[in-house]
């Protein structure tokens, strides 16, 4: 089964719009900082681990050389300021390396979008009402998925998206783009 590339760049992005909270808190010199780092790495962690995407474990090396900056002989203050310069220091790799698995997610599902919209428009052309106040918006958009791929003239779009999408992908797409006064 196909893992989902609509939840996948929708959870990476919202980890990207966290980190400059994380920033922020380096700026501020918030004691916190540290463990909010560690924290965001970890929820990134899960989200590639649950994906299969390898760059799990670069992500896992990003939290292991901050941990390892706690472990020191040091006096305890130097340890922390050690490992807030070690965070601090890797926080434009880690971005980074989010930003490189979620480019070429976010291409992929900006070309379904676009499909999806296209598939729509010549749907809501050829269609004679699909959608009724009493059939509930899940239902409809199934229906319209149904539609699309049993019509001849839109059956080849609706192949192409299943090619790159799983079908729950698709569905999501669809309700997000559908207009309910096109099939009405």
């Known amino acids: 089964m196909k893992k989902s590339q609509f939840i996948l760049v929708s959870q990476l992005k919202d980890q990207l719009l966290e980190f400059p909270g994380i920033v922020s808190s380096l700026e501020k010199k918030d004691p916190f900082f540290v463990e909010r780092m560690l924290s965001w790495l970890k929820s990134v962690e899960n989200i590639l681990s649950t994906n299969s995407i390898s760059e799990v474990s670069e992500i896992a090396g990003f939290r292991s050389k901050i941990l390892a900056g706690k472990i020191s002989d040091e006096r305890s203050f130097n340890a922390k300021k050690k490992q807030l310069r070690i965070t601090a220091n890797l926080l ?79 569905i999501m797409l669809i309700a997000d783009e559908i207009d309910i006064k096109d099939f009405s």
């Open 92 to 170: 434009h790799d880690a971005q980074s390396c989010v930003l490189n698995v979620l480019l070429p997610h976010e291409t992929k599902m900006n070309e379904c979008r676009d499909i999806t919209k296209q598939i729509l428009a010549l749907a809501a052309q050829k269609t004679t009402r699909l959608y009724t106040s009493e059939i509930a918006f899940e239902d409809f958009v199934q229906k319209v998925w149904w539609h699309i791929i049993s019509d001849d003239d839109l059956k080849l779009g609706g192949v192409k998206l299943k090619s790159m999408l799983s079908e729950m992908d698709i």
